[in-house]
């Protein structure tokens, strides 16, 4: 099987390590990976932000880039859920783009939902002794339904301690614009999803979403915090790593 990896902005230029982590547990699982270099953004700030022309224009490019993918897998359900929700739509003026950017939803993936619903893999060999709590993106989880996929993969690894978060589906305050636009609001959003962390007593936070956890994560380090923050696919591989007796940490 070959898939085209969706990198995200987020995650290229911020994050590049959860990339790493998402193609390194591929390959083991033995899926070929190419990453098609005319990809850009998905168009979801200039979307959100009201600029749909702009919008319009990023959009094309992924259409373009990931035209001839069999799969295409991303590390965000954000990302994700805006092909899958909002590129017909965009491309309502035009029929042939419209039928390109459907058929562009139809393959298109966030990483734990491809593993488990397209792969069926619920269990990666990981180890990972040791206390977690798991964080719902809004957009992955509401827009694009990804739900039970990213708690059956962390159920399944081994030793781990995995503790409910007190209104996990609360949301943490990021939003893209909405945290520079309303900074008061989302400010204490993100104080109030830290401090149901805290009650966890979880020495690491799990998510799906880059920017969610770069959001709580920022303000666990104003708080002096020493939870870990890190996305799935890195908690994944790095528990395979100890799952197979050795330790590669990709920490970020």
């Given at each position: 099987?070959?898939?085209?990896?969706?990198?995200?902005?987020?995650?290229?230029?911020?994050?590049?390590?959860?990339?790493?982590?998402?193609?390194?547990?591929?390959?083991?699982?033995?899926?070929?990976?190419?990453?098609?270099?005319?990809?850009?953004?998905?168009?979801?700030?200039?979307?959100?932000?009201?600029?749909?022309?702009?919008?319009?224009?990023?959009?094309?490019?992924?259409?373009?880039?990931?035209?001839?993918a069999d799969y295409v897998v991303s590390p965000s359900g954000s990302c994700t859920g805006?092909?899958?929700?909002?590129?017909?739509?965009?491309?309502?003026?035009?029929?042939?783009?419209?039928?390109?950017?459907?058929?562009?939803?139809?393959?298109?993936?966030?990483?734990?939902?491809?593993?488990?619903?397209?792969?069926?893999?619920?269990?990666?060999?990981?180890?990972?002794?040791?206390?977690?709590?798991?964080?719902?993106?809004?957009?992955?989880?509401?827009?694009?339904?990804?739900?039970?996929?990213?708690?059956?993969?962390?159920?399944?690894?081994?030793?781990?301690?995995?503790?409910?978060?007190?209104?996990?589906?609360?949301?943490?305050?990021?939003?893209?614009?909405?945290?520079?636009?309303?900074?008061?609001?989302?400010?204490?959003?993100?104080?109030?999803?830290?401090?149901?962390?805290?009650?966890?007593?979880?020495?690491?936070?799990?998510?799906?979403?880059m920017g969610c956890l770069m959001n709580i994560g920022g303000r666990l380090s104003r708080?002096?915090?020493?939870?870990?923050?890190?996305?799935?696919?890195?908690?994944?591989?790095?528990?395979?790593?100890?799952?197979?007796?050795?330790?590669?940490?990709?920490?970020?």
């Amino acid at each position: 099987m070959k898939i085209s990896l969706f990198i995200t902005c987020m995650v290229d230029n911020l994050y590049p390590q959860v990339g790493v982590a998402m193609v390194k547990i591929l390959d083991q699982l033995g899926v070929e990976v190419v990453f098609p270099e005319g990809q850009t953004c998905c168009g979801q700030p200039a979307f959100n932000s009201g600029y749909a022309a702009e919008a319009r224009a990023s959009a094309k490019t992924l259409l373009e880039a990931f035209a001839d993918a069999d799969y295409v897998v991303s590390p965000s359900g954000s990302c994700t859920g805006m092909i899958h929700h909002y590129y017909e739509d965009l491309f309502a003026g035009d029929a042939q783009l419209a039928r390109e950017a459907k058929a562009l939803a139809a393959k298109t993936y966030e990483f734990s939902q491809f593993l488990v619903n397209v792969l069926g893999v619920t269990d990666v060999g990981a180890r990972f002794p040791y206390r977690v709590t798991y964080h719902p993106s809004c957009h992955g989880a509401r827009l694009l339904g990804v739900k039970d996929e990213p708690l059956t993969l962390l159920r399944a690894v081994k030793d781990i301690e995995l503790i409910d978060l007190p209104y996990a589906t609360d949301c943490c305050g990021f939003g893209g614009t909405f945290a520079v636009k309303m900074g008061d609001i989302s400010t204490a959003m993100v104080t109030e999803k830290v401090s149901h962390v805290r009650e966890t007593e979880a020495t690491v936070l799990v998510g799906t979403d880059m920017g969610c956890l770069m959001n709580i994560g920022g303000r666990l380090s104003r708080e002096h915090s020493s939870v870990r923050v890190m996305h799935i696919a890195q908690l994944l591989y790095e528990g395979m790593q100890l799952g197979a007796g050795s330790r590669e940490a990709i920490t970020i």
